[in-house]
């Protein structure tokens, strides 16, 4: 009974976040769009720029939240609550409640957008997408004071073939937990990443 009344009261959390997580998107979103329209307006023929967003789910931040307590060795990787310490769950602890992605293609716009971005936030902390050691994408999170004092927003800057990619394999790959574990998926999975950043430097070789 314990495990379900952290669960409650997280649920609880989410939903009392939830309009301030709605403010700091609408303005890290709005805020993205307008510092990178001047780069959108500068687009040539097949360049693209695609922006994104979303809110976390309540379910995915419960997980979320449960993954980000450290862990005790005795402990399994279920999503399993540790009634001793309910004080240790909360969805504040999360970076990635309200999330915006910026598509590019091909990769010599990423820069141009970093840095654009970086400018407008120089305060936000810095933690790129790795993969076996290599950065992917860069990511960044930080707070939006005019929207919510509490509430992290982050925005990630990735290649658009890999984003595309990423949105089919999250279903398979973090909703069904054999998938995830598998090796051979994984080795597959590093494979398809590998083969759309060839195919881009293609591209963008004859562009």
């Not at 910026?102 to 902390?125: C, H, M």
Request: hydrophobic share 40%.
């Amino acid at each position: 009974m314990e495990e379900r009344r952290i669960d409650d009261r997280l649920r609880a959390e989410y939903f009392e976040l939830l309009p301030e997580m709605r403010r700091v998107l609408w303005q890290l979103e709005a805020e993205i769009r307008f510092h990178t329209l001047p780069i959108l307006h500068g687009l040539k023929d097949a360049e693209q720029l695609v922006i994104r967003s979303r809110i976390k789910d309540c379910e995915s931040a419960l997980n979320s939240a449960v993954r980000r307590r450290k862990r005790k060795p005795s402990e399994g990787e279920g999503r399993d609550f540790d009634p001793e310490t309910p004080e240790e769950y909360s969805l504040l602890s999360l970076e990635d409640l309200a999330g915006v992605r910026v598509l590019a293609f091909p990769n010599r716009i990423l820069g141009e957008v970093d840095s654009v971005l970086r400018a407008r936030f120089q305060d936000w902390t810095y933690k790129p997408i790795r993969d076996r050691g290599e950065v992917l994408a860069p990511k960044y999170f930080g707070t939006c004071l005019g929207a919510s004092s509490k509430v992290c927003g982050e925005y990630q800057i990735v290649p658009m073939l890999l984003g595309l990619f990423w949105e089919v394999e999250h279903s398979a790959m973090y909703k069904f937990k054999a998938v995830a574990r598998s090796k051979e998926m994984q080795n597959s999975r590093t494979k398809v990443i590998e083969a759309l950043a060839q195919f881009e430097k293609g591209v963008e070789s004859f562009l």
